[in-house]
T-cell receptor, first 119, second 113 residues
């Protein structure tokens, strides 16, 4: 499979529990992004990795959120002490650097997402 | 903060009618990308525009990037039921060195057969 894989597809958790999501990007892509999407809204940026380095993190991301990308391959997103407001679709996307003349970045390839419901 | 606004939020058309969605950024963009999300699906990359005033076509879809690189539009000619979905524009801010895209709220297109 050459797409972006996310696991699990759905997660229902009780408020206060910790959850962890996994993303496997396209292997040759060095850029990996996490976004969050709620109903009727566009994806909202959470964090960015270039290879294994986390280079940007949204100010909207509280200390309860942490992400890793060990060895620059798969990535995990952990939410500690979940709240009902965390309920959303969590999308992972990867992209690479274009080898064409003036296009330094290709479009994102999104995974199918993890739908989190906090009850 | 940087914002990307899209209008309209919803559009219902009869099959065969045209459709246009507009995107405006609060800041000058390095490039703009368009994505389509089918109901229950995830966003899928359609196209990227880089140059000021650029126009690109994909079959019945026409994409434009404004001269000031702050606005863009997507026009669909003679809509079909397969065009149903939400169309997002996403801007790459000129000062960004991470490739972070700022997404609009999307325009949801419904096509009546």
């Amino acid at each position: 499979d050459t797409g972006v894989s996310q696991d699990p597809r759905h997660k229902i958790t009780k408020r206060g529990q910790n959850v962890t999501f996994r993303c496997d990007p396209i292997s040759e892509h060095n850029r990996l992004y996490w976004y969050r999407q709620t109903l009727g809204q566009g994806p909202e940026f959470l964090t960015y990795f270039q290879n294994e380095a986390q280079l940007e993190k949204s100010r909207l991301l509280s200390d309860r959120f942490s992400a890793e990308r060990p060895k620059g391959s798969f990535s995990t997103l952990e939410i500690q002490r979940t709240e009902q407001g965390d309920s959303a679709m969590y999308l992972c996307a990867s992209s690479g650097d274009s080898r064409k003349s003036n296009l330094w970045q290709m479009g994102y390839t999104f995974g199918s997402g993890t739908r989190l419901t906090v009850v | 903060g940087q914002q990307v606004m899209q209008i309209p939020q919803y559009q219902h058309v009869q099959e065969g009618e045209d459709f246009t969605t507009y995107c405006n950024s609060s800041t000058t963009l390095s490039n703009i990308q368009w994505y389509k999300q089918r109901p229950g699906g995830h966003p899928v990359f359609l196209i990227q525009l880089v140059k000021s005033g650029e126009v690109k076509k994909q079959k019945r879809l026409t994409f434009q990037f404004g001269e000031a690189k702050k606005n863009s539009s997507l026009h669909i000619t003679a809509t079909q039921t397969t065009d149903v979905g939400t169309y997002f524009c996403a801007g790459l801010v000129r000062s960004s060195n991470t490739g972070k895209l700022i997404f609009g709220q999307g325009t949801t297109l419904q096509v009546k057969p």
